[in-house]
């Protein structure tokens, strides 16, 4: 790989990422869940921080991007709608690309959880970071989009390769499985949810997961197959219902 992901545990149940591109030793912060933990692990592998690329506007995705440009300098890049919460230096929305030294993230639209919702995918590597798009066996809420908006976003990040590394922003994903086994009686569901209650035993994270193990167990990403009488858009807005109401 042309980058280096560290990644480490944030506020109750966010991840921190910082991407290193190591052409040029440039480093790149996705979302800033929590200023303080950032530049602690900053000053610990010593990067140089040139960037911090948003995601959304959440304060647990944004909250942090004042103070950690004040401590580095870097350049804050972001959708528009991070200004409702946080000045940005660089709007960015789907189609535009960002260069972190040699790396070049592809911005790829995914709204629904916001209405201005990115991701950012790095081709080269495959590695995708979705903020709160997609997660292992889940999708955010819908706060602000529609079913429409989310199932195309969701569409877009499955349409990348199989073996791309999704890096989304919480660790939910005990929480989704219980939900995804009550809706979905698929074996390699079983098979998943199995080793997923183990790892969390142990204490281990489920962060990140793939686009392909998403697409063969994912409820949300497999509605269509889940509601086969409604339209994909339909299902998935159905399984995302009923995950709202979910009290297991």
Known sequence: MSVTIHQFPCLSDNYGFLVRDDATGLAACIDTPDAETILGELAKLGWKLDLILNTHWHPDHAGGNAAIKA?????VVGPAEVERLT???????????????ETTFEVL????????????????????????????????????????????????LAALPDDTAVYCAHEYTASNARFAL???????????????????ERGEWTVPTTIGLEKATNPFLRAPALKPGLAPAEAFAAVRAAKDAFKG
């Open 182 to 200: 009550s809706v979905d009686d698929d074996p390699a569901l079983k098979a998943r949810t199995e080793a997923i209650f183990a790892a969390r």
């Open 87 to 101: 000045p940005i230096d660089r709007q960015a929305a789907g189609g535009d690309t960002v260069k972190l030294g």
């Open 71 to 75: 401590a580095t300098g870097c350049t």
């Open 109 to 156: 639209e995914s709204g629904g959880h916001t209405l201005g919702h990115i991701a950012y995918f790095d081709a080269a590597d495959h590695v995708a970071f979705v903020g709160d798009t997609l997660f292992a066996l889940g999708c955010g809420r819908l706060f602000e989009g529609t079913a429409e908006q989310m199932w195309g976003s969701l569409q877009r």
